[in-house]
C-alpha cells in the first residue's frame, strides 16, 4: 500500500463548480498534513495546512479524519486559476515530508 | 526576494560526469530539505539538515550522492558518475523546526532540472 495515495484525476471542472478531493494515509502515526498546489514545471507551494478540527481559508475548506486515516481538500466557487495538481503530503515525525502524486485539476470556462 | 533560491535552474550533463546544485534557505530557517521529483509523481524525500547536521538519509540517496550545509546556511548536493535515471527535478525545501518538534510547513525553490544524456 502506497503511504499516500490520491486519485490522480483529471478532474474537469466548469467554473464555479464545487470540487473536492481526498487524500488516504497509511502510516497512523503521522502528526503533519498539508495540501500543496503544484502549477506545471514549476516548485509545489503550500497551499494550507491541515488541522485536526478542521480549517478553511477562503474558497478552500481542509478536513482531516483521523480514525478512517483521509484528508480532504473542498475548493468551492472554483475560478480558471484554481486549474493545478494538488498534492496531499504527510509527515510522521521530523522527517522530509511524503508526498502523494497528486490530483491534475482542470477548470473549464 | 527573500525566498527559497536554487541553481542552477537547469543542467544538462553527460553521463558518468559529477554534478553539484546548490540551495540557499530562507534566512532564518534552520531546516533544509532535498526532494527529488520525477514526471508525474510527487517530490520524494532525499535528506534533511538540521542546522549544519544531516539528521536523515532516505534509502533513495545512493552512494553516489552526497549533500552537505556546512556552515548552517546554503547546501549543496553533488552527484558523482550521473546515470541517465538521475534525470529529475532536483528541489529544495526549508522550514523552522526544533529537536522532537512537530513539522513546520516547508517553503520549496523553484527547483533544478537535470537531464542527464
Known amino acids: 500500500r502506497k503511504e499516500v495515495e490520491q486519485d490522480p484525476g483529471p478532474f474537469n471542472v466548469p467554473e464555479g463548480a464545487t470540487v473536492a478531493f481526498n487524500c488516504t494515509y497509511s502510516?497512523?502515526?503521522?502528526?503533519?498534513f498539508f495540501w500543496y498546489r503544484q502549477d506545471c514545471r514549476k516548485e509545489p507551494k503550500l497551499l494550507m495546512s491541515v488541522y485536526s478540527s478542521g480549517n478553511e481559508d477562503g474558497r478552500f475548506t481542509a478536513q482531516l479524519n483521523r480514525a478512517s486515516q483521509y484528508i480532504s481538500l473542498l475548493i468551492r466557487d472554483s475560478k480558471l486559476s484554481d486549474s493545478a495538481t494538488y498534492l496531499c503530503v504527510v509527515n510522521g515525525g521530523a522527517d522530509g515530508l511524503t508526498f502523494g502524486k497528486g490530483t491534475h485539476l482542470i477548470i473549464q470556462p | 526576494d527573500t525566498g527559497v533560491s536554487q541553481n542552477p535552474r537547469h543542467k544538462i550533463t553527460k553521463r558518468g560526469q559529477n554534478v553539484t546544485f546548490r540551495c540557499d534557505p530562507i534566512?532564518?530557517?534552520?531546516?533544509l530539505y532535498w526532494y527529488r521529483q520525477t514526471l508525474g509523481q510527487g517530490p520524494e524525500f532525499l535528506t534533511y539538515?538540521?542546522?549544519?547536521?544531516?539528521?536523515?538519509k532516505s534509502r533513495l540517496l545512493s552512494d553516489r550522492f552526497s549533500a552537505e550545509r556546512p556552515k548552517g546556511s546554503f547546501s549543496t548536493l553533488e552527484i558523482q558518475r550521473t546515470e541517465q535515471g538521475d534525470s529529475a527535478m532536483y528541489l529544495c525545501a526549508s522550514s523552522l523546526g526544533s529537536e522532537g518538534a512537530l513539522t513546520y510547513e516547508q517553503y520549496f525553490g523553484p527547483g533544478t532540472r537535470l537531464t542527464v544524456t
Open positions: 539538515f538540521q542546522n549544519e547536521a544531516q539528521l536523515e
Open positions: 534566512s532564518e530557517h534552520n531546516r
Open positions: 502510516n497512523s502515526a503521522s502528526q503533519s
